[in-house]
């Protein structure tokens, strides 16, 4: 497996707050996602680092922002959950922008 | 709107079948994943694709770039392989994956 983790693996929070996860790598990749996977939809892309400090949107990006300012990390921020952002969210990284390895998922309830 | 679909959406086996999963997409691509997510699991790629055939003991992945079309295969199913599979594009003017809503798929001993 490649190594890549996320943090908090759970996480219950509640509407308004403010909630960071976390995906750290040690693989020296270039490219890092974050997903949300719900039923019905598939996995969509929220955002995506094509390096450190290079970030750009996906498709579902509203009432995210991410960061990363360093390699081996690469934060994703909901300024203030709302229940809809309520979903199992996924890291993957990628040497290139055709590969993807993904780490093991948070998933998150947002009461 | 979902640029990737597949078929079946849910599958059901006896072990020791040939199993097919199907992968339709619209728009040129640089790279196809087939990718394993077993119940409540992280996810895995199986394969990645960009033309041909690839081959991994009991699994097998086509593409056919001119049809947009690729297929998983799986050969002597067992209930291991029970999970859902999914099938991710990387369009040619894209920088990012859009994926298949999955199949899901049980193998009954």
């Known amino acids: 497996d490649a190594g890549i983790t996320q943090s908090p693996r759970h996480k219950v929070t509640e509407t308004g707050t403010p909630v960071t996860l976390r995906c750290h790598q040690t693989e020296n990749h270039r490219y890092m996602y974050w997903y949300r996977q719900d039923p019905g939809h598939g996995l969509r892309l929220i955002h995506y680092s094509y390096g450190v400090k290079d970030t750009d949107k996906g498709e579902v990006s509203d009432g995210y922002s991410v960061s990363r300012s360093k390699t081996e990390d690469f934060l994703l921020t909901l300024e203030s959950a709302t229940s809809s952002q309520t979903s199992v969210y996924f890291c993957?990284?990628?040497?290139?922008?055709?590969?993807?390895?993904f780490g093991p998922g948070t998933r998150l309830l947002v009461l | 709107k979902n640029e990737v679909e597949q078929s079946p959406q849910n599958l059901t086996a006896q072990e020791g079948e040939f199993i097919t999963i199907n992968c339709s997409y619209s728009v040129g691509i640089s790279a196809l994943h087939w990718l394993q997510q077993h119940p409540g699991g992280g996810i895995v790629s199986l394969f990645m694709?960009?033309?041909g055939k690839k081959k991994h003991g009991r699994l097998i992945a086509t593409i056919n770039i001119q049809e947009k079309h690729s297929s998983l295969h799986i050969t002597a199913s067992h209930p291991r392989d029970s999970a859902v599979y999914i099938c991710?594009?990387?369009?040619?003017?894209?920088?990012?994956?859009?994926f298949g809503t999955g199949t899901s798929l049980t193998v009954i001993p």
């Open positions: 993957a990284i990628g040497r290139s922008q055709e590969t993807q390895y």
């Open positions: 694709l960009s033309s």
């Open positions: 991710a594009v990387l369009p040619n003017t894209g920088n990012q994956f859009y």
